[in-house]
């Protein structure tokens, strides 16, 4: 795990993971505080949601081929501090996009959970990662992580200055045709948006994933 922390503003320099292999499938979830994201060339966002109460979630994905570069710009519509995890996977299904859930949210929660997701491959070996954003103002720690929702369990909250937010993330591998994570427990009462993510495994093996985590 690495992490960095910045001062907030409306470009965060993402570092990606220092061993990306061609062909590898890199996976980012970053924390904001109500912006839209614009993502670099090459990069596909999944979703952007956000939460009335000031909580925002983007995912995005590459296929690495060589040109990535060791980092990337991510722009945001106004001044914010961030977090974001990045997850790199070297077994998947290519031909399949990963697929993303409908938001959960809530403005006066302590569990923060995410909806179900149906993907459209079926019943097949899936990573499911589930996350959720949350305004960081008292600071919040989590508690628990989702039950059987043991791999890549990482909380990072932002620490720049101006609006702050923190993101909480875990994923586990299971074949199945549908997914419906259970709670994040947090430490207090608090305003969050929640999704969950599924990526098709490759046939016969499952997903090796490398998570780094960073806040800025």
């Keep these: 795990l690495i992490i960095f922390d910045a001062a907030a503003g409306t470009n965060h320099v993402i570092t990606l993971p220092p061993v990306i292999g061609s062909g590898d499938r890199i996976v980012i979830a970053k924390s904001h505080r109500e912006n839209a994201q614009t993502w670099p060339a090459g990069w596909t966002e999944l ?13 995005a994905y590459r296929d690495a081929d060589g040109t990535e570069g060791a980092t990337i710009d991510v722009t945001t519509s106004g001044t914010s501090s961030a977090a974001w995890a990045i997850i790199r996977m070297e077994t998947f299904a290519a031909a399949d996009a ?30 499911w990662i589930t996350a959720f954003c949350a ?38 591998d299971l074949e199945a045709a549908s997914e419906n994570p259970g709670n994040f427990t947090l430490s207090g009462i608090d305003n969050w948006v929640a999704l969950t993510i599924g990526i098709r495994g490759a046939a016969a093996a499952a997903a090796n994933l490398t998570l780094t985590k960073t806040l800025a």
């Design 135 to 172: 305004e960081l103002d008292p600071p919040r720690t989590v508690s628990s992580y989702p039950p059987s929702y043991a791999d890549n369990n990482t909380y990072v909250a932002a620490t720049g200055s101006g609006e702050r937010c923190y993101l909480g993330i875990a994923s586990r």
């Design 47 to 59: 979703a952007d949601y956000t939460n009335a109460g000031a909580a925002g979630l983007s995912f």
């Design 98 to 127: 990963p697929e993303v859930s409908a938001k959960t949210e809530a403005d006066a929660s302590s569990l923060a959970s995410s909806a179900n997701l149906t993907p459209s491959w079926g019943s097949d070996e899936t990573t």
